[in-house]
């Protein structure tokens, strides 16, 4: 059984920081580009940052460059989002994301709220 459950939302101040985890179970975790989305409401979801098997390469979309890091521990099944200078506009539910390197297959987790307000 697959399963991605994200943990580590929650309420911040402006300027805060806050990391998110992502613990993957049910597929080969090291064949996987992870990738962490959001989506606020009234939006629509939008990608945040992705990283490669082994962390090879990372990307990142241009409002969180420098401010957020995108990580993974093969070995623990798990990769993390480590979220800094928070913002209001960074308010959403983060959903972490997981796709086959080699075809198809992607998985979703079911999303944690991130609260950036004073």
């Known amino acids: 059984q697959v399963q991605l459950v994200e943990s580590g939302g929650g309420l911040v101040q402006p300027g805060g920081s806050l990391r998110l985890s992502c613990a993957a179970s049910?597929?080969?975790?090291?064949?996987?580009?992870m990738g962490w989305y959001r989506q606020a409401p009234g939006k629509e979801r939008e990608l945040v940052s992705t990283?490669?098997?082994?962390?090879?390469?990372?990307n990142y979309t241009d409002s969180v460059k420098g401010r957020f890091t995108i990580s993974r521990d093969d070995a623990k099944n798990t990769a993390y989002l480590q979220m800094n200078s928070l913002k209001p506009g960074d308010t959403a539910v983060y959903y972490c994301?997981?796709?086959?390197?080699?075809?198809?297959?992607?998985?979703w987790g079911q999303g944690t709220q991130v609260t950036v307000s004073s």
């Open positions: 994301h997981a796709r086959f390197r080699f075809g198809n297959l992607e998985y």
């Open positions: 049910g597929f080969t975790f090291r064949l996987y580009v």
């Open positions: 990283i490669t098997p082994a962390g090879g390469s990372t």
